[in-house]
């Protein structure tokens, strides 16, 4: 069955350091997404991406944050100059159509220190 | 916009007990319905989805889940719990339009005693 990729699954980066979070999406979906979920909360989405361009982004996302789709196979989340509550599990996540399922990838754990 | 109420925070049942998670949610459409299980640590795994038709869905691990409009619910349930089935539950909703992003409740842990 065709998965969402995320590398890493973990990583620690120094405070004030920028990150870049990676993602393969299913071939042949045209919707992609981030999404947050700090320890012991729930997931919440960040950003919504859909023909080269963002369609959608919660208040989280802020001028902090940029997504790019850089080739026909990769998703990134950039985070610029990270904090300490940047600090959660960042999932990916592809729609075939942008309707219905969302597919999850297996996250990828950054820890700030 | 839409939003979803997990009013369970934690459930604690014992092994072989029946199980039953609420979900509620808020939408102006019915929407897309998802139930999803998380271990410690880990990613998330589909446990079942609704989008149109049959009201009762089955999924993975013997849980099924039964969409009712009239109450805006969505309950995930399991005749008989394993302790394997310890973990944290999500219901997620997704809006019928383009660009859906899933919007998720809070979450209800669930422990199973021996």
């Known amino acids: 069955e065709p998965e969402v990729t995320q590398t890493p699954s973990h990583q620690v980066t120094q405070m004030g350091q920028e990150v870049i979070l990676r993602c393969v999406p299913i071939s042949n979906h045209l919707y992609f997404y981030w999404y947050r979920q700090i320890l012991g909360q729930k997931v919440e989405f960040l950003v919504s991406?859909?023909?080269?361009?963002?369609?959608?982004k919660s208040e989280i996302f802020d001028d902090q944050f940029s997504v790019e789709r850089p080739d026909g196979s990769n998703f990134t989340l950039k985070i610029r100059s990270t904090k300490l509550e940047d600090s959660a599990m960042y999932f990916c996540?592809?729609?075939?159509?942008?309707?219905?399922?969302?597919?999850f990838g297996s996250g990828t754990r950054l820890t700030i220190v | 916009a839409q939003s979803v109420t997990q009013p369970d925070i934690h459930i604690t049942v014992s092994e072989g007990a029946s199980l039953e998670l609420r979900c509620n949610y808020s939408?102006?459409?019915?929407?897309?319905l998802f139930w999803y299980v998380q271990s410690p640590g880990q990613g998330l795994q589909l446990l079942l989805k609704?989008?149109?038709?049959?009201?009762l869905v089955q999924g993975i691990k013997g849980f099924e889940a039964e969409f009712k409009r009239s109450q805006s619910s969505f309950n995930l349930r399991k005749p008989s719990v394993h302790w394997s089935d310890a973990a944290e539950y999500f219901c997620a909703v997704v809006r019928n339009t383009n660009a859906g992003k899933s919007t998720f409740g809070d979450g209800t842990t669930l422990t199973v005693k021996p």
């Open positions: 609704y989008f149109s038709g049959d009201t």
């Open positions: 996540a592809s729609s075939e159509r942008g309707q219905g399922l969302n597919t």
């Open positions: 991406f859909y023909n080269n361009e963002i369609s959608e």
């Open positions: 939408y102006g459409a019915t929407p897309y």
